[in-house]
């Protein structure tokens, strides 16, 4: 997994912002149509929410960080229509340059090359025939894993050990279906971890719980 | 990225005015539905929707029951459905105990309930460090909390979002359904701030 996006328990961001009841939705309009765009688009590279987010996650650091959230996201749009050849790589710059009244020659529209793709249902959620693996109350372990490509096991949660709160529906895997390789549909489990066992003997006494998908878990009998 | 690709980086906006026109003069996007998509979140989905919710909740006992067993279901009651809003659960704040919720690996958010998420919940600052310090990131957004209080911190890993039923405040036994979702704020019902009586 890139490690971009993945920011729990990562250090030197300094405060948080303040919130404010008076932020409008769209600081900007660009962010609106940027928002927008990255919704639309999705049917057009013919690509999927899991693949959007790990496009997101395979941007540049500047892309990622320095035009705020709605930035990233029209970042990674234009990633995922540059994957399908929607877009030719510099497509979208020689625009820019264009709109700038700058003489810049566009890439010529390359043919179409979706992924092979189609969702058995809408939304995420999937039935599994057998029943969950673990039940509530049950110990398990988050594996210590470093997968290639998508995932969503945060890192912090890698090799620790927790409890099974609650059963959720089960859903198809993020980590196949972002990269088209099936939607593997597992069951999920809302996981409840001890501050002092993800962050040592000195943390603030906490309990953190996440949603955590059947293959990224094992027993845990100690 | 390099120093010399970051500096020939261009503005934002322009880039994002490039790609709608590359977009829509082919015909693969239609302008008037980018038009209807930033006027949706911009006026018709948002904070007000969970308002109307949590507010039904504090007055209507089965309401809440059925909130808190089946989220999904009694939201939808009041016509609230959509994307981002697949599977939600709802979680009570109560004297004891706190929820707050984050979205570490990026923005997960119940978009139906709440609209799109404010900056400082998609900012890095927020994702990293309240998985790891959730009593002083609260303090540093005007939340201090009981030393004995008992904070369960929800980070949204899969298409599972939350929702924070908060508590209501004292003295508002009087209010109707309409003057308590007036007071119910987003940031009591991310888990960042508890609902004031008026």
Redesign the interface.
């Known amino acids: 997994m890139s490690q971009i996006a993945d920011l729990g328990g990562t250090e030197g961001w300094g405060r948080v912002k303040t919130p404010s009841a008076e932020e409008p939705v769209f600081g900007q309009p660009w962010e609106g149509r940027a928002f927008a765009l990255t919704l639309l688009s999705m049917g057009v590279s013919g690509r999927n929410h899991d693949a959007a987010r790990h496009a997101v996650e395979r941007l540049e650091r500047a892309e990622y960080f320095d035009d705020g959230h709605w930035g990233s996201w029209l970042y990674a749009t234009e990633l995922m229509l540059v994957d399908s050849a929607i877009l030719a790589p510099g497509a979208v710059e020689a625009r820019a340059h264009q709109l700038r009244g700058e003489d810049v020659a566009e890439p010529a529209v390359p043919e179409p090359n979706k992924p092979d793709y189609a969702p058995s249902a809408a939304g995420s959620l999937r039935t599994v025939a057998d029943p969950p693996r673990f039940t509530v109350g049950e110990a398990v372990r988050a594996k210590d894993i470093q997968p290639e490509g998508h995932t969503r096991l945060p890192g912090y949660l890698r090799g620790h050990r927790g409890v099974i709160e609650q059963v959720q529906p089960a859903a198809l895997l993020p980590d196949t279906n972002a990269h088209f390789l099936g939607e593997n549909p597992q069951h999920v489990y809302t996981v409840r971890f001890d501050s002092r066992e993800l962050w040592g003997a000195d943390a603030e006494p906490f309990t953190l719980t996440d949603e955590l998908f059947d293959s990224y878990l094992v027993p845990c009998h100690e | 990225?390099s120093e010399t690709s970051?500096t020939r980086?261009?503005p934002?906006?322009?880039?994002?005015?490039?790609?709608?026109?590359?977009?829509t003069e082919?015909g693969?996007?239609?302008p008037a539905?980018?038009?209807n998509?930033?006027q949706t979140?911009?006026t018709a989905v948002?904070p007000m929707n969970g308002a109307k919710v949590i507010a039904k909740a504090w007055t209507d006992p089965d309401y809440r029951e059925r909130l808190l067993a089946e989220g999904t279901a009694a939201i939808a009651e009041l016509g609230f459905t959509g994307?981002e809003g697949?599977?939600i659960?709802v979680v009570e704040n109560t004297a004891d105990t706190h929820n707050v919720i984050v979205c570490?690996?990026?923005?997960c958010y119940p978009w139906p309930v709440l609209?799109?998420?404010?900056?400082?919940y998609?900012?890095?600052?927020?994702?990293?460090?309240?998985?790891?310090?959730?009593?002083?990131?609260l303090a540093?957004?005007?939340l201090e909390l009981p030393a004995d209080t008992?904070?369960?911190?929800?980070?949204?890993?899969?298409?599972?979002r939350w929702l924070v039923l908060p508590q209501r405040p004292a003295g508002t036994e009087d209010l109707s359904p309409e003057q308590l979702a007036g007071l119910v704020?987003?940031?009591a019902m991310v888990g960042?701030?508890k609902v004031k009586a008026p």
Not at chain 2, 104 to 107: A, E, I
Not at chain 2, 115 to 120: A, D, E, N, R, V
Not at chain 2, 122 to 137: G, K, S
Not at chain 2, 152 to 157: A, I, N, Q
């Open positions: 990225m970051s980086r261009l934002i906006a322009l880039r994002t005015e490039a790609l709608e026109q590359l977009l082919r693969l996007v239609d539905a980018i038009d998509i930033v979140y911009e948002g994307q697949e599977h659960v570490s690996l990026c923005s609209g799109l998420p404010p900056s400082w998609t900012d890095p600052a927020y994702r990293a460090r309240i998985v790891r310090q959730p009593r002083v990131v540093e957004m005007g008992n904070i369960v911190v929800r980070d949204s890993s899969s298409e599972v704020t987003r940031d960042v701030a």
